[in-house]
């Protein structure tokens, strides 16, 4: 029997058919298959089953199955993984599969499944699968439906996926420190119907966080609210994909949280209606227009929008402090000090120390101290026009009229037409803003040009109409 990495590499492709599993015998464990990596898997289209049209997990991928007398089988793997949030950045954490989170599991409607659970960790763990319709002894709670299953064991889980929609998978044992070491998934329950609500392309993560010391290598699982990196699947920017899209393409993003606070989610240039969330599809007549989409922990929410504006739009959480990495926590505010001199004498003392954010944290962008090893700059990511003073939960939505449909490939940054990018003004200041800029000193004030109307309504007949 060849090992999972052996058969990994002999399939080729992670979507693997049935038929190259069929010498495995029916009382077999099916194969697990483990991704190598963190990179952005192309979307898995069934060669055996029922026909869905197959999500894209961001930094991620989808598991595959098989066919056993009309029942899908599916084989997660409990256990210890490394997990790069970024390149320079290498965090120990639980997994299934050889990642964190765990592959996507993607079936269709009134699929009858079978997941088996080998646990690799060193304590006992449970899979529960969050938001589904299934026999209560499925369910998935250590002590509650089930016994734990101990380090070692496999255990087999049966159910028919009843309701389509967005779902993930955990552990219900030992919750909070599993989950806060990477354990979780997704999962997808596809329409029977492939035209029911069908969009060009379908992404999905979870957003999750850690605690990790700078120089460190494993979360700190009792943390409770002071998480210094926050992800989508698991990965920061920019070490995050960013979202390829054909422009006028109809896109889902489908989103779960689990991490310990929420997340409001922000769609730079477009308006999205959220559609679904972990307890099923929106009526069209319920949902109304939104730029911001807020996560609670424990949500699932899907939204929809036509990717009809050519760009690199960000796709990011509104907490400022979740849109940002590890080195930022913990320092003061120097806004306004003065260090003229103070460095010079303190480095005598301290040879590594560093005056830092007397003028704002922007000089903190780009990598302007050395960093202790396995660790990453608060912002970071390259633009086309400098750095983009960004970390954590953060990523761009790429919208191209020549993508071809169905492909994923990054096409670079746009390039934007002539005359469409903000620049710096060169003409002649107003008084007011000559005067602020001057530190508030008086200035001659400035003759108002002649082809600049002043923009104050005057009250006429029809005012307070
Ligand atoms: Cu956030």
Redesign the pocket.
């Known amino acids: 029997m060849v090992s999972r990495r052996e058969f990994f590499k002999n399939a080729g492709a992670l979507a693997v058919s049935a038929g190259l599993v069929s010498k495995v015998g029916a009382a077999s464990l099916p194969e697990a298959a483990i991704a190598p990596g963190a990179a952005t898997a192309a979307p898995a289209h069934p060669q055996t089953g029922r026909p869905f049209n197959p999500v894209v997990t961001l930094n991620g991928w989808s598991l595959p199955w098989r066919m056993n007398n009309g029942v899908k089988e599916f084989h997660l793997v409990a256990e210890p993984v490394v997990r790069e949030l970024a390149p320079g950045m290498k965090v120990n954490m639980w997994g299934y599969n050889g990642q964190s989170p765990g592959p996507t599991i993607e079936v269709v409607e009134g699929d009858r499944v079978r997941i088996f659970l080998t646990n690799k960790l060193p304590e006992h763990t449970s899979v529960h699968f969050h938001g589904q319709r299934l026999p209560n002894g499925m369910d998935g709670v250590s002590g509650l439906t089930q016994p734990a299953i101990p380090a070692g064991k496999t255990y087999v889980y049966e159910f028919e996926a009843r309701r389509p929609g967005t779902f993930m998978y955990h552990p219900h044992a030992d919750e909070m420190v599993q989950i806060a070491m990477g354990m979780m998934g997704f999962w997808v329950t596809h329409p029977k119907n492939p035209n029911f609500m069908k969009v060009d392309r379908d992404f999905v993560f979870m957003?999750s966080?850690f605690d990790v010391a700078p120089g460190g290598y494993t979360p700190k699982v009792n943390t409770m609210l002071d998480f210094n990196l926050?992800t989508f699947n698991s990965r920061v920017f920019p070490g995050i994909d960013p979202l390829i899209v054909r422009q006028n393409d109809k896109v889902r993003i489908r989103m779960g949280n689990l991490?310990m606070?929420?997340?409001?989610?922000h769609l730079h240039g477009h308006e999205f209606e959220v559609t679904g969330t972990d307890g099923g599809w929106i009526r069209p007549e319920a949902r109304w227009p939104e730029v911001t989409v807020d996560l609670a922990v424990g949500h699932m929410r899907a939204i929809e929008f036509m990717a009809n504006e050519p760009g690199d739009w960000p796709l990011h959480?509104?907490?400022s402090?979740?849109?940002m990495n590890a080195m930022g926590h913990n320092v003061p505010t120097m806004i306004g000090v003065d260090h003229k001199g103070l460095g010079e004498k303190i480095a005598k003392l301290v040879p590594d120390y560093m005056v830092m954010g007397e003028r704002g944290m922007a000089d903190m962008e780009s990598m302007q101290m050395p960093l202790p090893e396995n660790t990453l700059p608060m912002m970071s990511g390259q633009g086309p026009f400098g750095s983009i003073a960004m970390g954590?939960?953060f990523t761009v939505l790429k919208v191209r009229p020549d993508q071809k449909p169905g492909n994923y490939k990054d096409p670079g940054w746009y390039k934007h037409p002539a005359g469409t990018v903000a620049y710096e003004w060169k003409g002649e200041m107003p008084a007011a803003t000559r005067s602020n800029s001057a530190g508030g000193q008086s200035m001659p004030p400035a003759s108002k040009p002649k082809d600049v109307e002043l923009n104050v309504r005057k009250p006429g007949p029809h005012s307070g109409h």
Do not use: S, V, W, Y
Request: proline fraction near 6%.
């Open positions: 957003l966080n926050f991490t606070t929420n997340h409001p989610i959480c509104h907490k402090h979740h849109a954590g939960m």
